[in-house]
């Protein structure tokens, strides 16, 4: 079964303090791998996307990787800032059609406290 | 800033009404989708479209309905709503990149409350 798992649930740190968030996944075959940023009550933002191919990706103070041999990516939050609290999702595409088809995980809740 | 616009942002009505949730884009995407989302639990398709007059239902069984007549307008509608339908609705478009990943860009999202 297709599935997009993500750790921990939910994670408070101090501002200025670096994170990291886990990824987990058996999305097979694997397209992409995205993470998403998405504040209360908004849709989400994009904030990264990684093929295959690709092992890390920057965004800013925002680093994505991608271990696709384990089938795991790690979201590298560093200083962390106030607005960047909100809810992170790992998204992960499957090669299985036109569409691509996208398998969503539950997100993990990041509050980050003064 | 997302191209993509949801109205209304918030809803609440009565059980029985019928309702349609807006959703317009500019950037002139052919694909455009509707999620549902609950508190703490991930996103789920519930219909899609590939272009003007196409519409297809996604993974999760829904009641509503929707229609794309334009490209740029893909809206929802609930012919009569229940307090089951009270949820989180995205709209999202999308384009193919040249490493052929579909990009999505989401509207702001409409929370529907059905008393």
């Known amino acids: 079964k297709n599935q997009v798992e993500q750790s921990p649930q939910s994670l408070i740190i101090l501002e200025g303090k670096n994170c990291t968030l886990q990824?987990?996944?058996?999305?097979?075959?694997?397209?992409?791998l995205r993470w998403y940023k998405q504040d209360t009550g908004r849709g989400p933002v994009s904030l990264t996307i990684?093929?295959?191919?690709?092992n890390t990706k920057s965004n800013g103070r925002y680093t994505a990787t991608l271990d696709a041999d384990t089938k795991q990516s790690s979201l590298h939050i560093t200083a962390s800032q106030l607005s960047d609290s909100a809810s992170y999702i790992c998204?992960?595409?499957?090669?299985?059609?036109?569409?691509?088809?996208?398998?969503f995980g539950r997100g993990t809740q990041l509050t980050v406290w003064p | 800033e997302a191209d993509i616009y949801q109205t209304p942002r918030y809803l609440v009505i009565g059980t029985g009404k019928k309702i349609t949730l807006e959703c317009s884009q500019t950037m002139g995407h052919d694909k455009m989708y509707w999620y549902q989302q609950d508190p703490g639990m991930e996103l789920h398709l519930i219909h899609y479209s590939y272009g003007v007059n196409s519409t297809e239902k996604g993974d999760l069984s829904s009641e509503s309905t929707v229609s794309r007549i334009r490209t740029e307008h893909f809206p929802l509608t609930l012919e009569s709503a229940r307090p089951s339908h009270t949820s989180q609705y995205l709209c999202?478009?999308?384009?193919?990149?040249?490493?052929?990943?579909?990009?999505?860009?989401f509207g702001a999202g409409s929370r529907l409350t059905v008393l």
């Open positions: 999202a478009s999308s384009e193919t990149r040249s490493s052929g990943a579909n990009v999505l860009t």
């Open positions: 998204v992960v595409s499957d090669r299985g059609s036109t569409l691509g088809r996208l398998y």
């Open positions: 990684m093929t295959f191919s690709e």
């Open positions: 990824c987990n996944y058996t999305v097979s075959p694997f397209s992409n």
